[in-house]
């Protein structure tokens, strides 16, 4: 099983978003997914129970701080949605189930410096210095070609970390979640070029 953790701190930065649509697409492919969420509030899990049957099937995976369960048996994959302020034992769990880490991050010097100590401190962490974690950063609502987005990719590389691509801002993401949905769930043509920004970070995901 490989289990995929999305965390930042900082609150508002597509977290949600960006763990729904990545279970999306592993229910897209015909993998077994499940979708675990850590945050007290469970959006994800809220918006699961959004998602019609007729769907390609997302596992809702329950994990208790202080009681973790395992997984269902046999599950190919997990994305795991952490809550804003994610630390101590909530933060020890995600990493400690983790092989991927994925941060993202809207590409502004606010958004930058409040995530800066989080992405150092993953920096760090033995299990990503040998390579047992895979940590990358996905730049949230940003126009690629913009200053903003080349301040990213400075300030990350500073640290090392990959930047993995960048999703734009768009209403597709919020009125395809009002539904279940993702954007694998709908026509291409809808959301053509969303599918075109999710490319690499997919590859970087199904590289073992």
């Not at 699961?48 to 599950?75: F, H, M, N, Y």
């Amino acid at each position: 099983m490989t289990v995929i953790v999305v965390a930042n701190p900082k609150g508002g930065v597509g977290k949600s978003t960006l763990a729904t649509n990545l279970a999306g697409y592993y229910a897209a492919q015909g993998e077994w997914v499940a979708l675990a969420d850590l945050d007290k509030q469970r959006s994800s899990h809220a918006w699961l129970s959004l998602r019609a049957e007729t769907l390609p099937k997302i596992e809702e995976w329950g994990i208790d701080v202080d009681a973790p369960s395992k997984p269902p048996k046999g599950l190919e994959k997990a994305v795991v949605d952490t809550p804003a302020g994610v630390h101590g034992n909530r933060l020890a769990l995600a990493l400690e189930l983790a092989d991927k880490v994925i941060v993202p991050l809207q590409p502004s010097m606010f958004d930058i410096l409040a995530t800066q100590d989080f992405l150092a401190r993953l920096a760090k962490e033995k299990a990503v210095r040998k390579g047992a974690i895979q940590v990358g950063v996905v730049g949230m609502r940003v126009d690629a070609r913009t200053r903003s987005a080349d301040q990213l990719h400075r300030f990350v590389e500073g640290l090392d970390l990959p930047v993995l691509g960048f999703l734009r801002d768009t209403q597709n993401y919020v009125q395809l979640a009002a539904h279940g949905l993702t954007v694998w769930d709908v026509a291409k043509s809808r959301v053509e070029k969303d599918l075109e920004q999710w490319a690499p970070i997919v590859e970087w995901v199904s590289r073992k």
